[in-house]
């Protein structure tokens, strides 16, 4: 079973920055692609970032050139560095990972922009 943990939401001032990490267990060989969602009170889910086995990164319009995902395959853990926030990036975000059978999702971590 594959476990997903994040971590590193909190409450910062517009402008400010965060980094979530998010830590993989369990089966987690095969992962095509690992990366983040958000979901703000009263809206859809929203893909934010993504990066593939290979490395390969995309970003929503909304977070590029501010957010920038990476991960640490011996640790087995995906980041989220995000500089310049907005209060628009009020959200939970949540870390996933696919294969070609399935997404595992971890139970999300809040982050509050808010001066």
Known sequence: QVQL????????QPGGSLRL???FSGNIFNMNVMGWYRQAPGKKRE???TVT???SRAYAD??????????DSAKNM???Q????KPEDTAVYLCYAANDYRTYWGQGTQ?????
Request: glycine share 10%.
């Open 111 to 115: 982050v509050t922009i808010s001066s």
């Open 62 to 71: 909304s977070v590029k050139g501010r957010f920038t995902i990476s991960r």
């Open 78 to 80: 995906v980041y989220l």
């Open 82 to 85: 995000m500089n310049n926030l």
């Open 47 to 49: 893909w934010v970032a």
């Open 21 to 23: 990490s998010c830590a």
């Open 53 to 55: 086995s290979s490395d």
């Open 5 to 12: 943990v994040e971590s590193g939401g909190g409450l910062v």
